[in-house]
C-alpha cells in the first residue's frame, strides 16, 4: 500500500507494523529502532489506533450532519407547504387588493437560511395584518389554516425552522474540527513514516531482505488502473451488498470498499470498509453506516496494485428503508 488519501493510512500503517517489528528482532535487544522524534514501535500503534477513533469520529459527524439536514429539510417542505396554503386563501379572498400584491413568492427548498426565511416573515407579518383587517366575504378571521392551524402555530414553526438551521451550522462545524483533527494525525503519521524509511537504511544496511521489504510511503512507478464496474444494493434488515467486475490490471494486489456516510461519496472522508483478494469471491457485505432506517452510505469499490496506485469505481448510495 501506499499514502494517497484519508483511505490508504490505515493499511499503510498496517504494513509498517509489522515490517518494524521484524527490524526490532534483527537489531540488538538494547539497541532498538527509535526515530529521531522519539517515536517507537509501540507509539506508532498507538497513533494507528488514535486515528481509527478519529476516522470514527469524523463518520459521526458526518452522520450528524446528515440528520440535522434531513430534519431541516423537512421542515422547510411543512412550511413551504403553509405558504403555498396561505398564498391560496389571499389569492382567493383579496383578489386584487393590496394584500395579494404584497403576499411573498415561495422560495427555492434548497434556498440557504436568509433567502428561505425572508418570505416566511412576510408571511407572519401580512397574516397578523389580515386578521386585524376586515373580513372580506365569506372568510373568517382570525385566519386558520388546515387543521386548525394559527399563526401562532405558524410563529412556532419558524422558530423551530431557525433552530434547524442552527443545527446544521453546529453539526457542519464540529465536522470541520474533526476533519481538522484528522488531518492533524495524518501529518503526524506521514512524517514518522518517512522517518522510519530513512532509519532503517542506517541502522540495518546489509539486510538485503528488510531493505527490499521495506513498505512503500508514496506509490511507485506504474499506470492508474482502470475503475471496475460495481453495484450495491440494499439487504434487509440494516446491510447492503456490493458486487463488482475483475480488473484487468496485471499487477493487481486487492480490491478495497471505501464508503463514508451520508448521500454523496467524498474521497476525503472515505474509509476502508473491507478489502478482497484480488482471487477473492467479487462481492462486499457490509451493515456499515446503515444504523437506523433512513440512513444512506455512499461507496466505490477501489482496485489496488502492488504498486499502490488506485481506481476507484464510480460511487453508489444505498438507503436503509425508514
Do not use: C
Not at 392551524?149 to 457542519?172: C, I, R
Amino acid at each position: 500500500m501506499a499514502i494517497t488519501d484519508n483511505a490508504s493510512y490505515g493499511p499503510t500503517l498496517n504494513e509498517f507494523i509489522p515490517h518494524w517489528g521484524d527490524v526490532l528482532v534483527a537489531l540488538p535487544p538494547d539497541k532498538p529502532l527509535v526515530l529521531k522524534s522519539g517515536l517507537t514501535r509501540a507509539g506508532l500503534i498507538t497513533l494507528r489506533d488514535e486515528l481509527g477513533t478519529q476516522l470514527d469520529l469524523v463518520q459521526e459527524e458526518l452522520n450528524d450532519v446528515e440528520t440535522a439536514t434531513e430534519a431541516l429539510k423537512q421542515k422547510k417542505a411543512v412550511l413551504l407547504a403553509r405558504l403555498n396554503e396561505f398564498n391560496g386563501i389571499v389569492d382567493s379572498y383579496y383578489e386584487g387588493t393590496t394584500f395579494q400584491a404584497a403576499r411573498p413568492l415561495a422560495p427555492g427548498i434548497g434556498e440557504g437560511e436568509e433567502k428561505f426565511t425572508e418570505p416566511l416573515r412576510d408571511m407572519k407579518s401580512l397574516w397578523a395584518k389580515l386578521n386585524a383587517a376586515p373580513a372580506p366575504t365569506g372568510l373568517t378571521l382570525p385566519l386558520v389554516l388546515d387543521g386548525n392551524f394559527a399563526l401562532a402555530d405558524f410563529t412556532l414553526l419558524l422558530q423551530g425552522l431557525k433552530d434547524a438551521f442552527e443545527a446544521v451550522a453546529l453539526a457542519e462545524q464540529d465536522l470541520k474540527i474533526e476533519r481538522l483533527r484528522r488531518e492533524a494525525k495524518h501529518k503526524v503519521i506521514y512524517e514518522s513514516l518517512r522517518q522510519y524509511r530513512l532509519a532503517v537504511p542506517a541502522r540495518l544496511p546489509n539486510n538485503e531482505v528488510l531493505l527490499a521489504a521495506l513498505p512503500r510511503l508514496t506509490p511507485g512507478p506504474g499506470s492508474t488502473p482502470d475503475a471496475v464496474n460495481a453495484s450495491a444494493v440494499f439487504q434487509a434488515p440494516n446491510q447492503f451488498k456490493v458486487v463488482y467486475d475483475a480488473s484487468e490490471a496485471a499487477d493487481l494486489k486487492e480490491y478495497q470498499l471505501r464508503g463514508n456516510v451520508g448521500a454523496t461519496f467524498k474521497s476525503e472522508d472515505a474509509v476502508v470498509i473491507a478489502t478482497n483478494a484480488k482471487d477473492a469471491p467479487r462481492e462486499f457485505v457490509s451493515a456499515f453506516g446503515l444504523t437506523q432506517p433512513g440512513a444512506k452510505v455512499s461507496v466505490s469499490v477501489y482496485v489496488i496494485t502492488n504498486a499502490g496506485n488506485q481506481k476507484g469505481s464510480p460511487p453508489m448510495t444505498i438507503t436503509r428503508p425508514a
